[in-house]
């Protein structure tokens, strides 16, 4: 048991790992772009749900070698966190002392975040013609009233939106417009419009639907990190220790 917990608050073991996360990342970022028909769907799926489809594939390993290594190196900042904390209760300074663990809060909780939309979120999408309603998860229905697009000169597009209502039992819940980094919530429910296209009925608006329950906690991450950054610069600063 001792060997394994000195194994874990070691920072050679942290190093170690993340320089095993940069390789096998690495080597995703060559196998990925000549592998579409593996990787072309894996940004509009739930990251087990994508897992599940490509198992067994010889050239996934390693995204899976990356996951079990991210594992290992949130058991190495839980414990080497929790062993600081410990030593340092007694000890002066304890906010600059403190600082590095709310980043490693920080970066706990941003995996616990892209782990829980992983596992529990909702991806959906598709064409939608103007006039036409596709169905929303909790039984509502999105309508897209009508599109709108802003050509440049030349003709290619510059802008582009559409107008989107939803029902539910027939009542209209919400509606808004949908456009470029504008995109509408209902429910925990996140309806993106990510370009437009032609299709056999005429224009039609490529709607992207998405649930993550892990947003916030992964956000609430990214601002704990940022914080004991800035507390750990501050004070470095201020004391020059």
């Not at 697009?149 to 039992?169: F, I, K, T």
Request: with cysteine; aromatic share 10%; glycine share 10%.
């Amino acid at each position: 048991m001792r060997k394994a917990i000195d194994f874990f608050i070691s920072l050679k073991t942290a190093v170690w790992l993340m320089l095993a996360v940069l390789a096998v990342l690495f080597a995703g970022s060559a196998i990925m772009p000549a592998r579409p028909d593996i990787y072309g769907d894996m940004n509009d799926m739930l990251l087990f749900d994508w897992l599940r489809e490509t198992a067994g594939r010889p050239m996934n390993f390693w995204f899976v070698a990356a996951l079990g290594l991210l594992a290992v190196l949130a058991v190495n900042t839980v414990v080497c966190s929790l062993d600081s904390i410990i030593k340092k209760l007694n000890r002066r300074e304890f906010l600059l002392r403190i600082s590095p663990q709310l980043m490693h809060l920080g970066f706990l909780l941003i995996l616990l975040g892209h782990l829980l939309g992983a596992g529990w979120g909702f991806k959906t999408g598709g064409a939608l013609n103007e006039g036409r309603s596709g169905m929303l998860p909790g039984g509502k229905v999105l309508l897209l009233r009508s599109l709108d697009m802003e050509l440049y000169p030349s003709g290619m597009p510059r802008d582009w939106s559409a107008n989107v209502e939803v029902y539910e039992n027939n009542n209209r819940v919400a509606g808004g417009t949908l456009g470029a980094n504008r995109p509408l919530f209902v429910d925990g429910i996140g309806i993106y419009l990510k370009s437009l296209t032609q299709t056999n009925e005429g224009p039609a608006a490529v709607i992207h639907v998405a649930r993550d329950p892990g947003a916030l906690w992964a956000l609430a991450g990214a601002i704990v990190f940022t914080i004991g950054n800035f507390i750990f610069l501050w004070l470095k600063t201020r004391t020059g220790v």
